[in-house]
């Protein structure tokens, strides 16, 4: 029955079906693991993710397949998050923050205070392999301080503020702004 499925559609419905981000290796693995004599790398599983991305940019396709958190998953394109964001309900925040993070152990110190470290859903959300990806206190104030940031954050805020009139019209696409 492989040889009426392509490999390319096997990949693609391994990481569509999956709710964490699966790896190449892994793929490579799951496929080899029916010992049906369908076989593939992970440096061809690598070249048939980039392969499908090419063509859900060539057909405009509002998704496509990312790296994060050591494997691949479907993400919406940066450039739809502004409608996505009226989608989510007021305490998406809080509970996002929760998924975020999980509970390490308890702190020896009086009060015994509970200590959390980051899990894949961190890994994801940020769109990142590892937590070494994140900036340096150093770095983050130097962002902060820095005065494209400061005109980039107003942009941002001009932009939401155009979303949420434009919605309140019955317009979803406004004046065709680019988002950032």
């Known amino acids: 029955m492989h040889t009426e499925i392509s490999a390319k559609a096997i990949v693609e419905s391994l990481i569509f079906s999956h709710p964490e981000p699966l790896g190449a290796g892994q793929?490579?693995?799951t496929?080899?693991?029916r010992e049906d004599g369908f076989e593939l790398t992970p440096g061809e599983v690598d070249e048939i993710v980039?392969?499908?991305n090419r063509e859900y940019q060539d057909t405009g396709?509002?998704?496509s397949v990312i790296q994060i958190g050591g494997g691949y998953t479907f993400a919406t394109r940066r450039?739809?998050?502004p409608w996505l964001q009226f989608l989510q309900h007021e305490n998406a925040s809080r509970k996002m923050s929760q998924e975020l993070v999980d509970v390490a152990g308890r702190n020896d110190s009086p009060g015994r205070p509970l200590l959390y470290q980051t899990?894949?859903?961190?890994?994801k959300h940020f769109g990142i392999n590892s937590i070494d990806e994140l900036p340096k206190p150093r770095e983050i104030e130097e962002i902060l301080q820095d005065d494209d940031m400061a005109q980039h954050r107003q942009l941002i805020l001009e932009l939401?503020?155009?979303l949420v009139s434009n919605a309140g019209n019955g317009s979803a696409a406004g004046n065709g702004a680019a988002t950032t």
Do not use: G, P, Q, V
């Open 27 to 29: 793929i490579a693995e």
């Open 31 to 33: 496929i080899m693991a």
């Open 50 to 52: 980039a392969e499908l």
């Open 61 to 63: 396709r509002c998704f």
């Open 79 to 81: 450039e739809f998050h």
């Open 119 to 123: 899990n894949s859903t961190f890994l």
């Open 160 to 162: 939401k503020a155009e």
